[in-house]
């Protein structure tokens, strides 16, 4: 690791510990009522300042010093807590978290276990049977993994035909693990309902005619008809499953659970990136239990279709602005909780399905067009690799372009396969989807801001991040900037050009650092839609753009912007998993699998920043928590290891197995782990 961090602040050298008091003299008013000394404080401050010794008392930081001094304020009273040299940092704030679905809810669920295709058969047909209801009632599995399994098998060719040999009596949808994706069997296909609100079903006509806007967000097979995957919004036409629904939320006797989990991960404060009034009612209840919970922050998720008079209409975003401002005032009083920014999904995701025939297209917005491979499946790799690319520029394919419908019949298809190897769709030219426009985002930015809102911006493709930031500059021309600052999310694939205007305006970035690793059965739904990749081996290459330019944020932080950290859960897993993001910030690798992009690494010190003091700035509370100050909010924990100093010895690689031994909240031990002994 280098010794000096992004804005040039030197390591620390043997620091002479200061006590520092905020607003008092040396000695407080009143005798803390505790102190935690013979430690390691990193006190996670721009300057790496690192103390010995922290006093609290009420939910306030009252002190930071060297042992002597912060235990010379202690009264008779006072609790002493001797850390025996352990770690002691913030608590962590995860900024980006559907909390309530990290503890499972009741129902059918895949946990994102990677199945074959047969496996999904299976474990969906044990669910069908055991399900409550009679078989025409629709049955919903959770957590489906999208982008890794789905092998074919003999006669299961694709998602349609395994979850119809699951149940051919009861309609199915899959629901997928990060709430883009999704599944049908043939029963719920036919459920698809027109605007008037007649069944029609999905199926090759209606993909041409009623249903046409949908094409790119439905798989289909070699003769165009549905093969089962149904994404994004397209799922909504067979069933609009809810959040809840989705994520799959506990029972109110287990919402407990979801704060213990939390806190034993040493988390102590989220922003939930998709709240609705369900939700909110839903966290409500959790911090009605009566146990100490995170402090929750909440960006609300307002579905822009419902804000249109007709389905081609103009969205009303001033009905909007007002829906969120009605919301924010009644739950204003709430304790525990604040509505802080709203939810707009700028365009869905990043990967295709080289599974399908012909290969599905990726639908994130991209400023390029997606390459079209020819994919091999290799059973002894258990993963499809790229054999050759459609040149869409051909004599053959501008002919297929200028006419797409002379290839709709299943016969011309096929001979246009057996005499050129590939499908007539495979000609098409595609650069991903904008859900919303271009000046509705502007606008909505715009209305958003003036009323104090920030906007938490889901922006996958490198066309995506350009939009949202050229809402948030008409935003900050506009001085609608009320709220915190308007954040970007997720950010996978940046144009180095707009990491610069990230810079410029100092715009937080929320990644999930443990997708910015290196995971080849991954990472072939998505490179080779964007690189030409040389067969299986050369999925990594150097001068790939993907490879360069996917998940910038050592680039990002040195061009100025805020590195924050979110883990998304339960998306890929339900654990928030804060130690392996960061580990995974520091490596870019995981489970030993190869680097991704590794000149983004972060150092140890802006990857914990990206978890307190700069997730502290999203979630609106920065002059209160962030860092171990005098004076901010009593949010500590202890770990089981001190994760600077390993990554100081170039053993970042243990930082994934972190324990955190003690959660405070407002001074109050949430959670002890059974080790911490004082």
Request: net charge neutral; with cysteine.
């Amino acid at each position: 690791m280098g010794r000096t961090c992004a804005n040039g602040e030197h390591m620390r050298l043997p620091v002479l510990i200061l006590l520092l008091v905020f607003g008092h003299a040396v000695a407080a008013p009143s005798p803390p009522d505790s102190v935690y000394y013979n430690a390691y404080v990193y006190t996670a401050d721009p300057s790496r300042r690192v103390a010995q010794a922290v006093a609290v008392r009420g939910d306030e930081i009252v002190a930071v010093g060297d042992t002597a001094s912060v235990l010379a304020l202690a009264g008779p009273a006072t609790e002493r807590v001797d850390l025996r040299g352990r770690m002691m940092m913030p608590g962590l704030q995860d900024a980006h978290i559907h909390a309530l679905g990290i503890v499972p809810g009741a129902g059918c669920d895949l946990d994102n276990r990677p199945l074959s295709l047969a496996e999904l058969a299976r474990f969906v047909a044990d669910c069908d049977r055991g399900a409550p209801g009679g078989v025409r009632e629709l049955l919903l599995v959770r957590q489906w993994n999208y982008a890794q399994g789905n092998a074919p098998a003999a006669g299961l060719r694709n998602l349609r035909e395994a979850l119809d040999a699951a149940s051919r009596s009861r309609p199915i949808v899959l629901l997928g693990s990060d709430g883009h994706h999704g599944g049908a069997n043939s029963l719920a296909l036919a459920r698809a309902r027109a605007p008037d609100g007649t069944h029609i079903g999905l199926s090759a006509a209606t993909l041409q005619s009623v249903f046409a806007g949908y094409r790119e967000f439905v798989g289909v097979d070699a003769h165009g008809e549905p093969d089962g995957s149904v994404n994004e919004e397209a799922r909504d036409l067979i069933h609009p499953a809810t959040l809840v629904e989705t994520i799959g939320v506990p029972a109110d006797e287990d919402l407990p659970q979801v704060a213990r989990l939390l806190l034993q991960s040493g988390i102590t404060s989220i922003l939930d990136p998709t709240a609705t009034p369900p939700t909110l009612e839903l966290y409500r209840r959790l911090i009605a239990a009566g146990a100490v919970v995170p402090r929750i922050a909440v960006a609300l998720y307002l579905d822009p279709r419902e804000f249109r008079s007709h389905a081609d209409g103009p969205i009303d975003v001033a009905a909007m602005v007002e829906r969120a401002h009605r919301l924010r005032a009644e739950w204003s009083g709430a304790r525990g909780l604040r509505i802080v920014a709203t939810k707009l999904f700028v365009d869905g995701v990043l990967e295709g399905n080289p599974l399908a025939d012909p290969p599905a297209l990726p639908n994130a917005a991209l400023v390029e067009p997606y390459l079209q491979p020819r994919f091999r499946y290799d059973a002894a790799l258990g993963m499809p690799y790229p054999v050759g690319y459609v040149d869409t520029g051909s004599d053959i394919c501008r002919e297929v372009q200028a006419k797409p419908d002379a290839w709709r019949t299943v016969e011309r298809r096929e001979r246009f396969r057996a005499r050129h190897g590939f499908l007539p769709a495979q000609c098409a030219l595609g650069s991903g989807v904008l859900m919303l426009s271009e000046s509705f985002v502007r606008d909505y930015v715009i209305a958003m801001g003036r009323d104090g809102f920030a906007v938490h911006a889901h922006a996958i493709g490198d066309r995506a991040v350009r939009v949202a930031l050229a809402g948030f500059e008409a935003a900050r021309a506009a001085g609608a900037e009320g709220g915190p600052p308007h954040t970007l999310v997720h950010a996978q694939l940046v144009h180095p050009a707009d990491r610069r205007r990230i810079g410029a305006m100092g715009t937080p970035v929320v990644f999930t650092f443990a997708w910015a690793v290196g995971d080849p059965a991954y990472d072939m739904s998505v490179i080779p839609f964007i690189d030409r990749i040389d067969g299986a081996g050369g999925l990594y290459r150097p001068d790939g753009y993907y490879l360069r330019n996917a998940y910038p944020a050592a680039s990002i932080a040195a061009a100025g912007g805020r590195v924050v950290a979110g883990s998304d859960a339960p998306v890929d897993t339900r654990d928030p998993r804060p130690f392996r993001n960061v580990e995974a910030a520091l490596t870019r690798r995981a489970d030993g699998g190869p680097p991704l992009n590794p000149v983004e690494v972060l150092d140890i010190h802006a990857a914990i920043a990206a978890y307190t003091r700069h997730a502290a700035v999203v979630l609106g509370q920065d002059e209160r928590s962030g860092t171990i100050t005098a004076g901010k909010q009593a949010d500590l924990i202890v770990l089981d290891r001190n994760i600077v100093e390993l990554a100081e010895r170039g053993r970042s690689e243990r930082i994934g197995g972190t324990r955190v031994l003690l959660t405070l909240v407002g001074g109050r031990p949430v959670h002890r782990d059974p080790p911490f002994i004082h």
